[in-house]
């Protein structure tokens, strides 16, 4: 019972960041129907641009501002920072691939990946930077019952991610730019005759997404600690396979399909196996596809004839 | 925005409203690019002598490649050739996106691995083994083909990436295949299947007809021939009755199915073929490296094979040729840090001599840049800095050019970084602009490079690779011999 | 517009690429501006010399040699630290000797695909004599073929995989690190005897290096009648606390043979937050004081701190100057690599040119170094391994590394 408990708590830490990574994809697929696999980089970004400013800011053994208002700041710093690497990966690499077959901006995905790890390899190194955060937040703080251990710095990232998350529903339901989002992810060219500027909603949406990402990347960060250029791709591949899961283009399905892989994850290792988890992991998902075809939130397309 | 001040786009780059799409694309169907007319030339000979004609240079090629390196570098072209051709059948063809495609490719190189090494002591002749490797292949790809019978679009893709997963950590795991349900404790003996992290090696090269495959040109011709015949006979497939319903199938499924397209078997059928050539393509690769290794068929080698399918162009089955060349060739001609730089500066002056019109342009263009020099020159000489060129050669004459810092790793940095900015704005400049704003950007490139990228050769290739790969697209969203088609919406 | 802007330069590259693609031979590059002189013209028919006296008189002895490493990609942190120890040792070796050897930067990503081609490139520069690395034990495993068909002689300062030099089949292969199993067996030994646990729980990164060296500890450790557990996570996991809840009170110690001194790290961190007490015992590859400094944890190393070695501290103090203090236990076996098989090139050389490769690949197998910056001479056996290797266990004190056995 004690190892299930502590498992949960795993697996949601880590649901918590694959579910923001997922919701980058989800909200660029909605919009463009486009599945950006150069969005792990982004998430690898904002965890440099995170380690960057706690850096500047003192590092984790002395830091300059309190804990409480330091961590804002390290997530709103990769949050902006990861925002305008989406934004521009949009205008430069995908732009001119819009009328392209579906799958041709695979291509300058990989071709962007290739860019920027090998910019961040060039311009900070390749040593594996840590976030340190042991010295930020002591691990034995929080709640430590037995055999059930939750640090302070993991009830954090769960929860600013619900918060996150929940923000974005708001956001996509009350607001004008969400709803325009919105609109255009169900029929573009009908908001396009409404009066929308399909352009500025998709930099919002590629704004958005990668913010999400960026954040993502300063909480891996803080729980998990290693900082280097190929983070991004792992991460990019469970982020894409969670909002497929939870049926793509779907903001629920994002967040529940990265909580199930971050479970997943979790119980396969603590249970059956490390060594064939993830051979575990999948199994069960193509299980779970062939039962619910379309993920778990996802709708039936209707085909217009 | 800036955009206000462009001209406006071409109708096909956007979706207009009010405009008929057809109509808008057919115009741009009619412009006829360079590119094009090579292409329509080229589709104007008949297929058989295309192939044999390409088929006959390639193999006359051993016989003049200057080193061993050269033809390694043909032979992966011929490889990624035939892998790219299978790739088509499945995704060009018939629009199922297999992401699955790679863990064929080690499927066969593993299967052929096994029979014929001291792995588990067989040596099955070669004449046996990979006929056996392909047909196993091919009912692997039948078996991964089902999902597809309830599962559509992005969701099979998943699936499939899922099966390309499970592969590589077999691969990686399977020398010690025992999954133990309370586990911690250590098998006694746990069954080794793949050898796990430390592969299979000792792989016997291919025997054919008597003769024995042992050199790297050996593998070039046998690859060389392969593809050819594969390629001929997609051809064939491609005009007769199925071929046409595989691609009725891609355009438009529910249309195909009305039309009694017997769809969900064809789309196994693509499966199953797509699989057999990543077979059979494996096996040579085996043979070739005498060694396989999981990480050999993981996600990036996966991405590469698309690249070189949709780069070429998709659909066209000949084209898979051009992306496998820019895929395996590009990387090997940026190898040598002094060839890069060779081909940066070379591609600068060409896209100068060819581009900037009338010459006045270029006037502005070296006018900005020797400017911004002298600027530069001036504000280090302020700081005291040495700014005595060093070097020989080309680097000589590039570092007379731009000054080469002793403590150079941040101002590098600094310039690298400017680099990206400008090049990036420079594309959104009006067009009167560009000359004098490329003279900058050009300066702080050549900066960077002398300072930074020069010292590193190997991040340079990559992030050299990276920006080609974004350029090409952009250029070519079509893929180089692609062509435009409306998609179904 | 912006279309044709791109494609313009990008036709001119490929252009290019069919013109320069043939002229590898003749290698009229400026990264090696005096290295453009053949060597097979050079041989020798006398016997080898094989003593590292500097020849007296003549012109400087110039020569290339291939770099292989994963300078790019998931293992860059280790490729790129071997990358600035490789060029520090052969600057410091021509410095002293009057040589103008040149590197020849070769980058695998610790992809034996790409090995492959790599050294298939080397092999057919007729100026390369000898090569650096490649790092890791598949890659050695894949391009040993070819290179023993080339006669080139390769020194890796990574692979530690022990079948690498047992048989012969790689004739031309050598190391300057001690295998798998001299390693292991002191581990194990050194659990049971100082740590005195009984129950060890190894957990391995599923690369080549690292079930090498669980299986050989393994095999001591069942000698010695401790019960062994063993579990895997890949390299690249990003999260280790599902496998650190597994590990139950009566484990004493965890043994982690991984090359990501920074994983380890995390793994150990995992444990404190988990409030789980064994220890962490770390393999040389962890060896790495600013990224491994779990308080009261163990490491092996295979020659001492470099940084602590007389010897050694003019090379630590450039090596600091030029970059940075940070690193751990994969850059100075490639300085003293790099001086090896600088040392044996030349040795046969004459008027300025270096023996043919067989005789560059004998004349480095018997090169000896007497003082290195790892704390003793290094000199390889018959097989290619490094003769007298010994391993040393440290214990992270106050974040300082202190030598326990």
Known sequence: ?305 | MTDDTRPPEPASTDRSIGKDQWVEAAADRRVETRVDSVRRRISSTPVQWRILVVGAVALLFALVSPSDYITRIAFTVALYTLLATGLNVVVGWSGLLDLGYAAFFGFGAYAYALLSSDKFHLHWPTLVSVPVVVAGTAILGLVLGLPSRRLSGDYLAIVTLFFGQIFVSIANNGDRLQISLNGNDVPSKPFNLTGGPNGVTGIDPMSLFGYRVHTITGYYLVTVVTAAVVILLFYRLRNARSGLALRSMREDPLAAEILSVPVRRLRLVAFALGAAVAGLAGTIFAAVQQSVFGSNFDVPFLVLLYASAILGGLGNLGAGFVGAFIVAVLPEMLRTPSTGRLLVYGALVAFLALRMRPLGRLGQFVASLIVTGALVRAILAGFGTDLRPRGSGLSGFTGALVPHLERSVTFGNVAFLALIAGGLALTLLSHEWRPFAGGVVTYVGMLAWENRLADQGSITRQLLIGASLVAIMASRPQGIFGTKRVEVL | MSKKLLFAPLAALLLAATACGSDSKSSGDSAAPAGTTAGTTAATTGAVETTAAPAAGGAACSAKIGFMGPFTGDAASIGQEQLNWGKLGIDDFNAKNGTTFSLVETDTQLDPAQATTGAQKLISDTGVVAVLGPAGSQEVEAIGPAMTTAGLVYISPSATRTSLTVDGKMPTFARVVPNDDAQGPTIANFVKDTIKATKVLIVDDQTSYSTGLADSATATWKTLGVEVLRESIAQKSTDFSSLVAKVTDDVGAVFLPWQIAANAQQFGTQLAEQGKKAVVVGSDGVYSPSDFSLEGAYVSSFAPDVRGVPAAADVVAAYQKAHDDKFGTFGPPVYVAAQLLATGIQATCKDGKPGARADVTTAVKAAKLDDTILGGPVALDANGDVVGAKFYMSQVKGGKYTLVG
């Open chain 1, 1 to 305: 019972m004690g190892q299930f408990v502590q498992l949960v708590v795993n697996g949601l830490t880590l649901g918590s960041v694959y579910a923001l990574i997922a919701l980058g994809y989800s909200l660029v697929y909605g919009v463009l129907k486009l599945l950006n696999f150069a969005h792990g980089e982004v998430y690898m970004i904002g965890a440099f641009l995170g380690y960057g400013t706690l850096h500047t800011l003192g590092g984790a053994a002395d830091p300059a501002l309190p804990v409480a208002v330091l961590l804002p700041v390290l997530m709103v710093v990769a949050a902006l920072g990861s925002g305008l690497v989406g934004v521009a990966i949009e205008r430069f690499a995908y732009r001119p691939l819009r009328t392209a077959p579906r799958i041709a901006p695979l291509v300058s995905a990989l071709g962007t990946s290739f860019f920027l790890q090998n910019a961040v390899l060039l311009v900070v190194g390749a040593r594996i930077l840590r976030y340190e955060s042991e010295k930020l937040v002591d691990v034995r703080s929080g709640i430590h019952e037995g055999v059930l251990n939750v640090s302070v710095m993991r009830l954090l990232v769960i929860g600013v991610s619900f918060a996150v998350m929940i923000g974005l529903m708001i956001f996509m339901r009350r607001s004008k730019l969400g709803k325009a989002m919105r609109a255009t992810s169900y029929d573009p060219e009908a908001a396009q005759m409404m009066g929308l500027d399909v352009n500025r909603v998709i930099m919002v949406t590629f704004f958005i997404g990668s913010a999400l990402a960026g954040v993502a990347g300063v909480m891996s960060g803080l729980v998990y600690n290693r900082v280097f250029q190929t983070m991004g791709f792992v991460a990019g591949l469970k982020g894409f396979t969670a909002s497929v899961v939870g049926g793509i283009g779907s903001v629920q399905g994002a967040m529940a399909g990265g909580l199930i892989i971050g479970f997943a994850e979790s119980f396969a290792q603590g249970y059956v196996s490390t060594t064939f988890y993830d051979v575990v992991v999948f199994l069960v998902l193509i299980g779970f596809m062939l039962i619910r075809p379309r993920g778990l939130f996802g709708v039936a397309e209707l085909k217009k004839v």
